[in-house]
């Protein structure tokens, strides 16, 4: 089992930055990969950013060059890093983890990007 919360969502002006947190909990070494997911409202859940266990990233097009995912092992945490913000970046952001046989899911953290 694997517990993953997330933080560090809020309001922020369009040109801003936040960072995002993900904590991970449990069967930790298990885990192959973590992903940052959205969900606007209205919309699917896409697939933001991607590191693996190798330290291997991943991004998709509408964010490459303003984010940045991170991990930190001693910490247990995966981050977000994101600049230059966009109001259609607004949505929540979810964690994601998956091991060999699992996946699993934090509760999301809302980010708005509104003046």
């Known amino acids: 089992q694997v517990q993953l919360v997330e933080s560090g969502g809020g309001l922020v002006q369009p040109g801003g930055s936040l960072t995002l947190s993900c904590a991970a909990s449990g069967s930790i070494a298990s885990i192959d990969a973590t992903r940052w997911y959205r969900q606007a409202p209205g919309q699917q859940r896409e697939l933001v950013a991607t590191?693996?266990?190798?330290?291997?990233?991943g991004y998709t097009n509408s964010v490459k060059g303003r984010f940045t995912i991170t991990r930190d092992n001693a910490k247990n945490t995966v981050y977000l890093q994101m600049n230059s913000l966009k109001p259609e970046d607004t949505a929540v952001y979810y964690c994601?983890?998956?091991?060999?046989?699992?996946?699993?899911w934090g509760r999301g953290t809302q980010v708005t990007v509104s003046s």
């Open positions: 590191i693996s266990k190798g330290g291997t990233t």
């Open positions: 994601n983890a998956n091991t060999v046989t699992e996946g699993y």
